[in-house]
Nanobody
Framework: EVQLVESGGGLVQPGGSLRLSCAAS????????VLWYRQAPGKEREHLVS???????YYMGSARGRFTVSRDDSENTVYLQMNNLKSEDTAMYYC?????WGQGTQVTVSS
């Protein structure tokens, strides 16, 4: 069974950092593109990052300069390091691989 599990979300103060994880079971990350999205209440899902299997990574506007993706293929896990978080980063964060979605992890940025 293919399963993606995001974790690492939580409550953080503005300016803080979080590292989200996306762990896969039932298939391997190796050779696959990993996408990160988020969705805030009342808003459409927003594409944040495309991490290609060849190592190239493309960050969309909201993620550029503050978010960094890394992957550990041996652990079948992809990470999203988020720094200098702002209140507008509050959302549910999801990873997507070949059309499979995890359940998401909630990030709340608030003082």
């Amino acid at each position: 069974e293919v399963q993606l599990v995001e974790s690492g979300g939580g409550l953080v103060q503005p300016g803080g950092s979080l590292r989200l994880s996306c762990a896969a079971s039932g298939f391997t990350f190796r050779g696959k593109t990993v996408l990160w999205y988020r969705q805030a209440p009342g808003k459409e899902r927003e594409h944040l990052v495309s991490n290609l299997s060849d190592g190239r990574t493309y960050y969309m506007g909201s993620a550029r300069g503050r978010f960094t993706v890394s992957r550990d293929d041996s652990e079948n896990t992809v990470y999203l390091q988020m720094n200098n978080l702002k209140s507008e980063d509050t959302a549910m964060y999801y990873c997507n691989i070949q059309g499979f979605w995890g359940q998401g992890t909630q990030v709340t940025v608030s003082s």
